[in-house]
């Protein structure tokens, strides 16, 4: 049974950072499309980064463009979030979700195409 495990979250001053991760333990050798989304109490979960089997990258979502990373590990389907100079605004549970779609995965056509979701890893951010 497929399974995704997050890491990484805790809690951080303004202007600092945090590096999620999340390790994929699928049924299968080949690589997945994954995302990362967050969510905040009471609101809808919004995505924030994907990256596609060939490790190509999306155009992340605007509000974390130039503060947050995704990479992959070294292990197949390891993905990372690095998250720099973070904001109180920023503080979510953060999702990683996996795709067992093979074809081009953007941001936002993402949802209906994450069938595999973790659990989740919160990061605060406050002074």
């Known amino acids: 049974q497929a399974q995704l495990v997050e890491s990484g979250g805790g809690s951080v001053l303004p202007g600092g950072s945090l590096r999620l991760s999340c390790h994929f333990s699928?049924?299968?050798?080949?690589?997945?499309?994954m995302a990362w989304f967050r969510q905040a109490p009471g609101k809808e979960r919004e995505g924030v980064a994907s990256i596609e089997m060939n490790d190509y990258v999306h155009p992340y979502a605007n509000v974390v463009k130039g503060r947050f990373t995704v990479s992959r590990g070294n292990t197949k389907n390891t993905l990372h979030l690095q998250m720099n100079n973070l904001k109180p605004e920023y503080t979510r549970l953060y999702y990683c979700?996996?795709?067992?779609?093979?074809?081009?995965?953007?941001?936002?056509?993402?949802?209906?195409?994450?069938?595999?979701w973790g659990q989740g890893t919160r990061a605060a951010v406050s002074s």
């Open positions: 979700a996996a795709s067992e779609y093979e074809g081009t995965m953007s941001l936002r056509a993402a949802v209906p195409l994450l069938t595999i």
């Open positions: 699928s049924y299968t050798d080949r690589k997945f499309n």
